[in-house]
């Protein structure tokens, strides 16, 4: 490995040349085609001629930023499903199509007469992907799916929080990434799989089943506790197994730190100017730690209160004991190495301005250096994908148009 970056011009992307049609709706199914457009596929972005959902998220009438991050890359084209000829046309594009996502209530496509047996008996090259909140068949199916609702119902809420207050959600919509992830991966499978056998198939996303192996230190809580609910312990190490786990106060905000290994203590302790707590029988051992975890917490916080959240980072970064300061939004947002691996990019966008965007985190070496391509605005590129697509010349784009059946951006 190298510090030079590993981009190449000449490269080409690992989806150059696929086709993908992306009726994903707020984060979850937006995501995977996100990460796609990202690596190269063509990913054209389809909504109701109002919008997908998010859009009436702004403010002052403007799209939200959450909008704009997850279909950088996409063009876009509004058509309307409930029309016959929005149907009609719809099914010619999924003709052309290597991928269709969406993450639709279960039932909704086959109400709309286009549910995956009619795709996949029309294109059998066609993966067909779905995110659901429960899955698309089952018991559950029917519950209504937010990510909040399933953080409660998968058991995420439970273990969140402090342990004298009520349950909390995660700060981030955890499940909703966790489903486009999950979505992405099993499309990417779905298509290794095309490219042996020449078929392709239905892949599906249950959010609630995404949430259960992410809490495998919550698990692992539940068994030490021979099956019992365990209780919320704030920052500290959900099982009880670690210390010091924590977030300690300095002079000017938070630094967490955590000592999985004995070394780790071992080095802290010298930082912190107290080596004979290095080989105290009270703290030399993980498990010693751990059952006399408000010790350790107090002695840590008693040397990191003296200090700056920066330099205690500095100097546990210097001991190799694991650290970082709790950074704020706008701290990560102006971090320079960040950008320099083009994980964030500042943009004057066309509509909110200057802001800073994420870009993809995964990387293909050897491929070109990733840019950042505005997200379409509703119905943008319809002409330009239904004459490349479909061969649709502009006159009969205008008739739809102006029929209702498809959506123009002014």
Not at 373 to 379: D, E, T
Request: aromatic share 6%.
């Amino acid at each position: 490995m190298t510090d030079k970056p590993p981009f190449d011009e000449a490269g080409r992307w690992p989806l150059q040349g696929l086709k993908v049609l992306d009726m994903g709706q707020v984060y979850n199914g937006p995501y995977a085609g996100f990460l796609m457009a990202q690596a190269g596929a063509d990913v054209i972005k389809i909504e109701p001629l109002e919008g997908e959902a998010i859009r009436a998220r702004g403010s002052s009438g403007e799209v939200p930023l959450a909008h704009v991050m997850l279909n950088a890359g996409k063009r876009g084209i509004a058509i309307n499903l409930k029309s016959d000829d929005g149907r009609a046309l719809f099914l010619d594009l999924v003709d052309k199509a290597d991928v269709l996502l969406e993450n639709f209530a279960p039932g909704a496509m086959d109400r709309l007469g286009i549910g995956s047996d009619v795709l996949l008996k029309r294109n059998p090259r066609l993966i067909y992907g779905s995110s659901t909140g429960y899955g698309v068949w089952g018991e559950e199916k029917n519950n209504l799916a937010m990510d909040l609702t399933i953080q409660a119902y998968a058991g995420i809420m439970s273990t969140n929080g402090p342990a004298d207050g009520p349950p909390l959600k995660a700060g981030l919509a955890v499940v909703d990434f966790l489903g486009g992830v999950h979505l992405y991966a099993a499309l990417m499978t779905a298509l290794y799989e095309r490219s042996v056998t020449g078929k392709g198939r239905v892949v599906e996303v249950a959010m609630q089943e995404t949430a259960l192996t992410a809490q495998a230190t919550s698990m692992t809580a539940m068994h030490l506790a021979g099956g019992a609910q365990p209780p919320r312990r704030g920052n500290n190490h959900p099982a009880g197994t670690s210390a010091p786990y924590n977030v300690y106060e300095c002079t000017d905000g938070h630094v967490a730190i955590i000592c999985v290994r004995d070394n780790h203590w071992h080095a802290l302790a010298r930082a912190m100017g107290r080596p004979e707590a290095a080989e105290h029988p009270d703290f030399a051992e993980s498990h010693a730690r751990a059952t006399n975890e408000a010790r350790i917490d107090e002695m840590t916080e008693a040397w990191t209160r003296t200090l700056s959240k920066y330099e205690v980072a500095r100097i546990c970064k210097e001991q190799r004991v694991p650290a970082a300061p709790v950074r704020t939004l706008p701290e990560v947002a102006a971090d320079q190495p960040l950008k320099t691996r083009r994980a964030m990019f500042d943009v004057d966008h066309r509509e909110l301005g200057k802001v800073t965007v994420p870009g993809s985190p995964l990387r293909f070496h050897g491929s070109p250096e990733p840019e950042w391509v505005v997200n379409p605005l509703l119905g943008e590129h319809s002409g330009e994908i239904l004459e490349e697509w479909l061969g649709v010349s502009e006159d009969v784009v205008d008739g739809l148009a102006a029929a209702g059946v498809v959506g123009v951006s002014e």
